[in-house]
């Protein structure tokens, strides 16, 4: 039972454009979504996150959208960066749960100079 | 400001053996939280500790495998009687959650099982 789906396992863009990463749940019942960036051999780092309250949040060149009637979330990194190539994981908890997050399978992004 | 921290980063042993492994979450976070990652899945969920009292366990977790959190700051998990299915990336995260829900990951122990 996979209730955060990242149906992409990879993602190619051009140094300078935007990256879009997508994100899907099913429990609706989650009311708080997370962004991670992760690179090989190192956990996971917090990248932003969003409430079920609002639908955008934006820090920097990283913004996150939530659709909450389509139960879905997207990641618009602009502009991409070569630095930016690392897998990205999107996670979703609710407040009875104990904060416990959920992972999705992640999206492997590589940024072309 | 130091992170989370976890010791070792990588461990080899051999099925059947005993391993432990110790995490240092972040000051005065008085949440923690155990996850294990294998190859192409994301973290899954292990147990977590708001201080010392043991909040929650997942059905991963078996009962070769026992956590603590003695004092309400760092925290040790144990696997007893490893087998070749318990290689994987265990990660600990840490969260105050009076402050943030945002959990915060140290680096992670590497477990082979040979």
């Known amino acids: 039972d996979q209730q955060v789906k990242q149906n992409s396992p990879s993602l190619s863009v051009q140094e300078g454009r935007i990256s879009i990463l997508n994100c899907d749940y099913t429990n609706s019942m989650f009311d708080y979504f997370l962004w991670y960036k992760k690179y090989p051999a190192e956990g996971p780092t917090f990248l932003i996150s969003i409430s079920s309250i609002k639908d955008k949040n934006e820090d920097g060149r990283f913004t996150v959208f939530l659709n909450k009637s389509a139960k879905h979330l997207s990641l618009h990194i602009v502009p991409s960066q070569p630095g930016d190539s690392a897998v990205y994981f999107c996670a979703a908890s609710w407040g009875t749960s104990g904060s416990r997050l959920t992972f999705g399978e992640g999206t492997q992004l590589t940024v072309n100079p | ?114």
């Open chain 2, 1 to 114: 400001d130091t992170g989370v921290s976890q010791n070792p980063r990588h461990k080899i042993t051999k099925r059947g053996q005993n391993v432990t492994f110790r995490c240092d979450p972040i000051s005065e976070h008085n949440r923690l939280y155990w996850y294990r990652q294998t190859l192409g899945q994301g973290p899954e969920f292990l147990t977590y500790f708001q201080n010392e009292a043991q909040l929650e366990k997942s059905r991963l977790l078996s009962d070769r495998f026992s956590a603590e959190r003695p004092k309400g700051s760092f925290s040790t998990l144990e696997i007893q009687r490893t087998e070749q299915g318990d290689s994987a990336m265990y990660l600990c995260a840490s969260s105050h959650i009076q402050v943030t829900d945002t959990q915060y990951f140290g680096p992670g122990t590497r477990l082979t099982v040979l």
